[in-house]
Nanobody, 119 residues
Framework: QVQLVESGGGLVESGGSLRLSCVAS????????MGWYRQAPGKEREEVAF???????KYADSVKGRFTISRDTAKNAVYLQMNSLKHEDTAVYFC?????????????WGQGTQVTVTS
């Protein structure tokens, strides 16, 4: 069984910062990519940032220069430092891992953590 557990969401004023964390555990053999998605009320889930193994971080245009993603491969963890937060960053943030478990390669998701930015 695979689990992704997020933490670090909360309520913050516009211009503030938050740091999200996600740790993957269970029968993961190879994690190829880890990243973050978000879903605001009434909108579709969108990709925020991700880091592939041995590759460079990629960001959505809306967060470039404000958010920084990082990974700790030894801990199967991924982090998202969010600075200069805006009201439009309000959403449920989901951790994602594209990984192999028992020969099955697919996406795994966390349960989500709420980020609310007051204007």
């Amino acid at each position: 069984q695979v689990q992704l557990v997020e933490s670090g969401g909360g309520l913050v004023e516009s211009g503030g910062s938050l740091r999200l964390s996600c740790v993957a555990s269970g029968s993961l053999h190879i994690i190829r990519t880890m990243g973050w998605y978000r879903q605001a009320p009434g909108k579709e889930r969108e990709e925020v940032a991700f880091i592939p193994n041995g590759g460079s971080a990629k960001y959505a245009d809306s967060v470039k220069g404000r958010f920084t993603i990082s990974r700790d491969t030894a801990k199967n963890a991924v982090y998202l430092q969010m600075n200069s937060l805006k009201h439009e960053d309000t959403a449920v943030y989901f951790c994602n891992a594209y990984a192999t478990t028992y020969g099955d390669e697919r996406d795994f998701w966390g349960q989500g953590t709420q980020v609310t930015v007051t204007s």
